[in-house]
Every structure is written in C-alpha cells, then in structure tokens.
C-alpha cells in the first residue's frame, strides 16, 4: 500500500515512542556497552545501557560524550528502519521490525578506512556466526557517525571496494547509505536519492540466504515508482519527522 503525506506524517510522530534492543557502542575508553530494555535517545540509567560484562552488583559508571552521541545515533537509525518500512523501500523491512531481536545496531567510533573496514569484518562474522537468527529477518546495522561523514563519494568509494575486495565473509551482504547520498546522473531534486539516504554514514549486513527469493530490479522499479508518485517535498519532509531527534 502506498502511504499518502499525511499518513507518513503521522506516523513520523511516533518517532520519539521508538525503542530499540540489540544496540551496542564502544565509549572513548574502549568500554563496550549495550542496552537490555528498549530506549529512546540517552539516559544511562532509564533506558537500561550498562556495561557490557559489568561486573555484577556494582553500579555502571557515567557513560561519556562518545556513548551518549553513539545511543542517539541508534535512536536516529531506529526511526530511519521506521521510515524504510513506513514507505515500502525495503520488502524485508517491515519482517525484521516486527520479528523479535531480528536487528542489530552497532555504532563505531572509526573514522578512518582501516577501522571502518574492520567494524564491517566483525559485524559480517558475528552475523553468519549466529545460529539463532531467522536469515530472511536478520540484519545488522553498523552506523559510522565518524567516518566520511562529509564526503559522500569517498565513503561510496568504500563501500564500493568494501564489498568487492576486503569482505571475506561470502554469507553476508553489504549496502551503504549516506546522509548525503546522491546517485550518478540523475537530477539533484529526484526523489529517488532518499532510497539511500540515512541519517548516518551506515552499512547494513544481511544473510545471502535470506535474499535467495529477493528479485533487486523489481524492488529497485517499485521505489522509484513509490518515490515519484510522493514527490520530493513529500518524501523530504517525512524523512525529516522520521529522523529528527526534535
């Protein structure tokens, strides 16, 4: 079903009502830390973020900067899978929100490509590791607020060589997304863009297996449709509800 302005509208308010399970963050000590109970934005002790093999009965300290800039990057790519499902752009989207521990968000501090490359290594092992995921609902998440940022065709050069080159893992599926995405020669007011773009430079990982049945030229047809039918304004416009921490 094709969701109209308003309908997209409104669910964008929703945004501040997101929880999300499975998000781990690396603080700028080296401390990993991750959250049991479903949370929005920050706050160390009501959204349940504690320390990754804390110690048991002894109180998680203070979480930093780093982490609490890490927890509202989970927030806002929460709303952003909320937003690829509210608009139909991924068929598999909507399963994996509604399948219980089906996503995982991972946040690195990398910012640059040899620590980038190593957070997508990791994520893709511990993916295809995993014995207790549905393959055709499980995806990862790994947002790099860090890394190229600012310089969309470096990051895309990244990914790019990412997936062709440095990915040992072959179970596992890469895909990039930018805040700043931009595809090659169409118009910078199409908005087809926003079928890639995200609040934060971000790679997802899924099982191949999970894909086997997935026809990418039909799914990459109906976005474009999708998205020309709501036109620019719209689809800018719901984006931003999504996203915005506001």
Known sequence: MLLTLPLLLAAS??????????????????????????CDGFDAEASGWHRLVATPNVKAEPADATLRHAADAVAATAAWALWIAAVNLCPFARKSLETSDAISYVVTEADNQKAFYAAAVDCAR??????????????VFLVAPFYEARDFPAFLRSVEALED???????????GFHPAWAFGGVPDDDPLHFEKRAPHPTVSLVLVDGLEHANSAKIAADNERTLAALGVDAVARAFAGFVSSD
Request: zero cysteines.
């Open 13 to 38: 308010r929703h945004r501040s009502s997101i929880g999300v399970r499975h998000a781990f963050a690396t603080d700028s000590h080296g401390r990993v830390w991750t959250n049991d109970e479903p």
């Open 126 to 139: 511990d993916l295809a590791a995993a014995s207790d995921v549905d393959p055709t609902a499980a995806i």
């Open 165 to 175: 080159d440095v990915m040992p893992i072959d179970e596992v599926q890469i895909a």
